[in-house]
């Protein structure tokens, strides 16, 4: 006998229910915690309660920290994502930034390679020294 045959759609929709509760749950679990080592001005012991409290007291230490510190957490999500923006931007610029040096280095290299004629790569040379 399959186990399949077992089930009725409404059993179905139900197991389908409390697994997508408990996606949602360990979601939480997730951004509680990651916001937890998020947070600099909180000690370590501080730290160390909320986790006790979200292992053995799971559901009441979530409801009373997200009631808590949602603004917080908020606000320390924004923070992390505009230095992470910051900090992407600046590597774009380092990278893309490039010397008059290596330009001419590449227009002698694409010149060697017959890719660019001589007129060509003196007038590309005039255009970047000037």
């Known amino acids: 006998m399959s186990i399949l045959a077992d089930i009725s759609f409404g ?17 939480i679990l997730f951004t509680i915690i990651t916001d937890l080592f998020r947070d600099h001005e909180l000690s370590g012991w501080w730290k160390a309660v909320w986790v006790f409290f979200l292992i053995f007291i799971p559901v009441i230490t979530a409801l009373v920290y997200l009631i808590a510190r949602g603004n917080g957490m908020r606000d320390r999500t924004i923070k992390a994502q505009a230095d992470a923006k910051r900090h992407f931007d600046e590597y774009v610029r380092e990278q893309a930034v490039t010397s008059p040096a290596d330009e001419l280095h590449k227009l002698n290299e694409l010149r060697e390679k017959g890719a660019l004629s001589q007129a060509e790569f003196d007038q590309a040379k005039a255009k970047l020294l000037t």
Do not use: G, P, Q
Request: aromatic share 30%; no cysteine; glycine share 0%.
């Open 11 to 27: 059993e179905l929709l139900l197991l389908t229910f409390e697994i997508f509760l408990f996606v949602i749950w360990i979601w």
